[in-house]
């Protein structure tokens, strides 16, 4: 029990002075951290490729298209009909995932120191919440403990010294998977914070 407070003190910091009473009260704060969390991944995008060449985005853009990220071997939904049918412990499991993935590799992203220090422990402040979250639904011991025994391994190039055209896709790379998996967990978050309002229209 003592635990269950400390994880929802540290989640309510910063945001509401009121305790946690409820799920729809959590979800909220763990959408708001997401949507947060994904304006930074879009704006470290964005001054990346403000440094750019017009060739240069063009064949980056091209090659990460045919590319992957890590995290793709995530299973995740394919679309947003799919999201729409999935169930919020689903989502929730899949968030959980995709966040824990970024927690090392965040510390690689291109961009602005001040921008990338913010990253890491907002992530860990949001894997906490789900994990909350997961743990408060019904079977959600059971489900979390299928959720954290999946690790990926970072990507095969963190550890080697690029330079050149191969340092700048693995750069660009980094930043469009960490905007595209932020974009994701936003999406099932707000599709499961929807479905504890029955009233709701959760069409995506």
Request: hydrophobic share 40%.
């Amino acid at each position: 029990m003592d635990r269950v407070v400390l994880l929802l003190s540290v989640l309510s910091l910063g945001v509401s002075s009121q305790p946690i009473t409820d799920s729809q009260h959590l979800f909220s704060i763990a959408v708001s951290r997401i949507q947060n969390l994904h304006l930074l991944a879009q704006r470290l995008f964005s001054n990346f490729e403000s440094t750019l060449q017009t060739e240069e985005q063009r064949q980056l853009n091209k090659i990460f298209l045919q590319d992957f990220c890590n995290s793709d071997y995530i299973i995740s939904p394919i679309d947003k009909h799919e999201t729409q049918r999935s169930s919020v412990l689903k989502l929730l499991s899949i968030s959980y995932r995709l966040v824990e993935s970024w927690e090392f590799s965040s510390r690689f992203l291109s961009g602005g120191s001040a921008l990338r220090n913010q990253i890491s422990p907002r992530l860990s402040e949001l894997k906490t919440g789900i994990q909350l979250l997961i743990t408060a639904n019904q079977d959600g011991a059971e489900m979390f403990s299928d959720v954290s025994a999946l690790q990926l391994a970072p990507y095969g190039n963190f550890y080697q010294s690029l330079g050149g055209e191969e340092l700048l896709r693995r750069n660009y790379e980094l930043l469009a998977c960490f905007k595209k998996d932020m974009h994701k967990v936003e999406t099932y978050l707000t599709v499961a914070k929807c479905r504890l309002s029955p009233e709701a229209n959760c069409t995506l």
